[in-house]
């Protein structure tokens, strides 16, 4: 049997703004430019078209520092959205049972120390990982975490952060999340991180 290595070739039309040097436009002309390097390449230059406004409206100063910050949270939230994904208020309502759009129910839940939110835009997510994969019942370690993360101070997303990055006190480096279903190591990893002076 014989397997044919060559991917689809899609053809795009693209029009360019400006003058290519004649090599540039040899290439384009006569190469199959890999989808994902081309990919990000336009994505980035997406990126950098979306924020200069948004830079450019600022009243202050923005540093490279605060904005690599923040491109870094938002990189990080949208991994996790990918990974795991998320709810919103009135999903978590109809996820647990709750009859029509009770969007309080989320809150409550977070402001009782159920669940974890973060912000985005003008509403609250809620990591699906927080709730089985059947019923929708909150996993029983995530309030128990909640608990001593906030008792040590910590907020939701810092606990956020804690559950979704590599962790040495895990077999392999790998992250809290992994392991929800074995409450007793999450719990020491957390008092010990959580605790730590």
Do not use: C
Not at 5 to 13: L, R, Y
Not at 52 to 62: D, I, K, N, S
Not at 83 to 111: H, I, P
Not at 160 to 172: D, K, Q
């Amino acid at each position: 049997m014989s397997v044919s290595h060559e991917q689809e070739i899609e053809t795009v039309p693209v029009r360019v703004r400006g003058h290519l040097e004649p090599e540039v436009a040899a290439v384009l002309a006569d190469s199959a430019i890999p989808a994902d390097e081309l990919n990000h390449v336009v994505m980035q230059w997406v990126a950098r078209r979306n924020l200069a406004p948004a830079m450019e409206t600022a009243q202050t100063q923005v540093s490279p520092q605060l904005a690599r910050s923040l491109q870094a949270r938002e990189n990080w939230l949208r991994d996790i959205e990918t990974e795991f994904g998320t709810y919103s208020r009135q999903e978590v309502a109809q996820l647990r049972g709750a009859k029509g759009t009770n969007r309080s129910m989320a809150g409550d839940l977070k402001n009782n120390g159920q669940i974890i939110t973060y912000r985005r835009g003008n509403s609250d997510r809620i990591p699906a990982f927080q709730f089985t994969e059947t019923g929708g019942q909150i996993r029983s370690v995530i309030p128990a975490l909640i608990r001593l993360a906030r008792k040590n101070g910590w907020e939701d997303v810092d606990l956020l952060a804690w559950l979704t990055n590599p962790n040495t006190y895990f077999p392999g480096g790998t992250r809290p999340v992994d392991h929800l279903n074995d409450v007793e190591l999450v719990l020491a990893a957390a008092a010990d991180a959580f605790e730590a002076p």
